[in-house]
T-cell receptor, first 116, second 114 residues
Framework: GENVEQHPSTLSVQEGDSAVIKCTYS??????FPWYKQELGKGPQLIID?????GEKKDQRIAVTLNKTAKHFSLHITETQPEDSAVYFC???????????????FGQGTILTVHP | DAGVIQSPRHEVTEMGQEVTLRCKPI?????LFWYRQTMMRGLELLIY????????DSGMPEDRFSAKMPNASFSTLKIQPSEPRDSAVYFC????????????FGNGTRLTVT
């Protein structure tokens, strides 16, 4: 089955700096790669996703890049703010139609701390 | 939009007792997923439904776990009998079932089995 590795496990940055979180996956058939943000006591919240027919996607301060050949994808957050502090998870799935894309394999998570 | 609603938020029970976790998906969503989160294993999929029908239950750890979706607006995850190693946060998520329809997670039920 799919295996997703996520690095680093913790990341500490100063407000205004950029943060980068990297993930690798093992199943070359995976084609859907979402990123989730989880705050304390809450469920994961989707912040951005990318499909394998796209190399990069951007939404305001957040961007995701995908390298299918190397089987890795990354989350980039620019101009970080204290409210970006949370646990971030990458995930991968094989979208074979229907709802199969929801069968996600998650990375281990990255605790991001943004210091004011 | 009230989001995915899970109950209870916290459950503390003794080993051997039956536990039932409940989930109300977002209205109009036709796919429902149960995930479990632990420190050791992270987030892992237990089972998912499409149009109230279980599609994949390969993540259900043991026969002690069962899930039902009697209608489009309600699902349960039952553990009988519960064991201390079942202690975790259990999340329910729903989606519209269409391509590019993201998963929306509830805030979870924190289960503690003593």
């Amino acid at each position: 089955g799919e295996n997703v590795e996520q690095h680093p496990s913790t990341l500490s940055v100063q407000e205004g700096d950029s943060a980068v979180i990297k993930c690798t996956y093992s199943d070359s058939a995976s084609n859907y790669f979402p990123w989730y943000k989880q705050e304390l006591g809450k469920g994961p919240q989707l912040i951005i996703d990318i499909r394998s027919n796209v190399g990069e996607k951007k939404d305001q301060r957040i961007a995701v890049t995908l390298n299918k050949t190397a089987k890795h994808f990354s989350l980039h957050i620019t101009e970080t703010q204290p409210e970006d502090s949370a646990v971030y998870f990458c995930a991968a799935s094989r979208d074979a139609g229907g709802t199969s894309y929801g069968k996600l394999t998650f990375g281990q998570g990255t605790i991001l701390t943004v210091h004011p | 939009d009230a989001g995915v609603i899970q109950s209870p938020r916290h459950e503390v029970t003794e080993m051997g007792q039956e536990v039932t976790l409940r989930c109300k998906p977002i209205s109009g969503h036709n796919s429902l997923f149960w995930y479990r989160q632990t420190m050791m294993r992270g987030l892992e999929l237990l089972i998912y439904f499409n149009n109230n029908v279980p599609i994949d239950d390969s993540g259900m750890p043991e026969d002690r776990f069962s899930a039902k979706m009697p209608n489009a607006s309600f699902s349960t995850l039952k553990i009988q009998p519960s064991e201390p190693r079942d202690s975790a946060v259990y999340f329910c998520a729903s989606s519209g079932g269409r391509r590019n329809s993201p998963l929306h997670f509830g805030n979870g039920t924190r289960l503690t089995v003593t």
